[in-house]
């Protein structure tokens, strides 16, 4: 088995290599040909933590494994991420593991290379403003990978801590695009693209807020409760997601579902998209709204890759079991 550490598994991944894992897995999804496991999540009842499992099998990859990790909330004063996560591979031919690979790294990778394949199939191509909601570390990488995507020339942006905003505007300037602080409703009448990737309970976007044409990336909600935009908003708005299963059960899409206002069959898979099943965007005024749950096989595609580089590459530390 091959163990590969947070550091190293930095240095061999590219956004631009997890775009394409990504995008090719929800294709995988769409065919048949790739399937999650239901998700285990819980809290543990001990450091105010959340932890889970995320897992899957690629049959057309062969890629078997799962992600174990969640969010321990004291985590920063320690100096470590709230956000650990480990991945593990195993050999489909023996169930023998195959891999170990640090997990933190590549989930900031794949999430926002789920956002940006939805840029990619759903936002009108002249969209040139994108709009974040929310700062936090993921941020950064959201608007990295939402830019390789569209010519994007400036970036509006509202968290409710306003001075987490002071990094990201410096990412983004680092990027040369410009930078404007915002209150929601007047982001969402500036945005073409929105972002919204935030732990909240409560919605932060409504509905009349939003203009015709805009396509929203809601990548924050993967847990029962959570809840970043209005369920009106989310009625009213042509849907896509990475597995359906997870929207109407963990998603964004569990609220209007809960509420009777849109059904399972309202809501398109992204990888329906790619495939050219469904046409994705219809018009130039339609209102498109992804909603990113995080599925395991992302995690799985990303660490496979990572995987095969250290191979060609003879990094990683091999061990016997």
């Known amino acids: 088995m091959i163990v590969i550490s947070e550091d190293c598994a930095r240095e061999l991944m590219t956004a631009a290599a997890g775009f394409d894992a990504v995008e090719a897995v929800f294709a995988a999804m769409s065919r048949g040909d790739a399937y999650n496991f239901p998700v285990i999540r819980e ?66 990778i794949r999430t926002a290379a789920a956002s940006a394949v939805s840029i990619k199939y759903l936002s009108r191509p002249d ?49 040369g695009l410009a930078f404007d602080r915002m209150e929601r409703p007047d982001l969402c009448n500036a945005a073409d693209v929105i972002i919204t990737v935030t732990s909240s309970q409560d919605p932060l976007l409504m509905a009349d807020w939003i203009r015709p ?30 597995e359906i299963e997870q929207s109407i059960s963990i998603g964004e899409c569990q609220h209007a579902i809960g509420a009777g206002l849109i059904g399972k069959n309202s809501i398109t898979s992204i990888g329906d998209v790619i495939n050219g099943a ?13 909603d990113g749950t995080g599925v395991g096989l992302q995690d799985l595609a990303v660490a496979n890759v990572v995987v095969a580089i250290a191979g060609e590459r003879g990094v990683g530390q091999e061990i016997e079991l």
Not at 89 to 108: C, E, I, K, Q, W
Not at 278 to 290: N, P, Y
Request: proline residues 3%; glycine residues 14%; contains cysteine.
């Open 278 to 290: 469904h046409g994705g965007r219809m018009s130039a005024k339609e209102v498109t709204l992804f």
């Open 43 to 108: 809290a543990i009842g001990h450091a105010d933590a959340l932890y889970g499992f995320k897992s899957g099998f690629d049959r057309a990859g062969l890629t078997l494994g799962l992600k174990s990790g969640g969010y321990w909330p004291g985590n920063m004063e320690k100096g470590l991420s709230n956000h650990q996560s480990t991945v593990f591979l195993f050999d489909p031919d023996t169930g023998r593991p195959s891999a170990m690979v640090g997990g933190n790294y590549l989930t900031a």
């Open 127 to 175: 969209a040139r403003t994108l709009g974040m909601i929310g700062a936090g570390h993921q941020s950064h990488f959201q608007v990295k990978a939402a830019v390789a995507q569209r010519p994007f020339e400036r970036v509006v942006a509202w968290n409710l801590h306003a001075e987490m905003l002071d990094g990201l505007e410096k990412t983004v300037r680092d990027l």
């Open 213 to 242: 044409g805009t396509h929203l990336a809601c990548m924050g909600t993967d847990t029962k409760g959570k809840m970043e935009v209005d369920k009106h908003l989310v009625a009213g708005a042509s849907l896509f997601t990475d």
